[in-house]
């Protein structure tokens, strides 16, 4: 093709001549030795056009998503203080029984301990000082230990 011939074709066609110059100026700026990379450029701005629409899809959901966590941590501690006031109460029902003098069984008791081990490390773990339950908790302990005596002395 004779250079003649290339004036013809960008004469004929003018946006297919620009586009071919703009290439092959292009091509040039980013192989020379300059800070200006216009393929760079080109390929962040089509980039951003094309997936922006996706980008804020994902924005989005990671929003929804920190929502989510922020009710489901709140629903696990609602639930985690639900359960220790449970179990307190239960610690606390069970010793003013067996003060008022209900006999409970080695199986009922040894449930009791295992209900107040776990009562005891909550309240270690999130450093709570409860001294009325500790008391109670005791009574049950004691309880326990006469049973074990009552059944080992048969």
């Not at 009562?119 to 006469?146: F, S």
């Amino acid at each position: 093709m004779k250079l003649y011939d290339i004036i013809q074709l960008f004469n004929e066609h003018k946006v297919l001549g620009t586009t071919i110059i703009l290439f092959i100026v292009f091509h040039l700026i980013e192989i020379a030795p300059i800070t200006i990379s216009p393929w760079t450029f080109l390929r962040n701005f089509l980039n951003n056009w094309l997936n922006n629409d996706i980008k804020n899809s994902i924005t989005a959901l990671n929003d929804d998503i920190k929502k989510l966590n922020f009710k489901l941590d709140n629903h696990i501690n609602e639930s985690i203080k639900s359960d220790i006031r449970q179990r307190r109460s239960l610690i606390l029902r069970s010793a003013a029984a067996i003060i008022d003098g209900w006999e409970y069984n080695e199986e009922h008791l040894e449930f009791l301990i295992r209900e107040c081990d776990a009562y005891k490390q909550y309240c270690i773990l999130h450093k709570i000082n409860n001294g009325v339950t500790d008391t109670n908790m005791n009574v049950i302990y004691k309880e326990y230990k006469r049973v074990l005596e009552k059944k080992g002395g048969h």
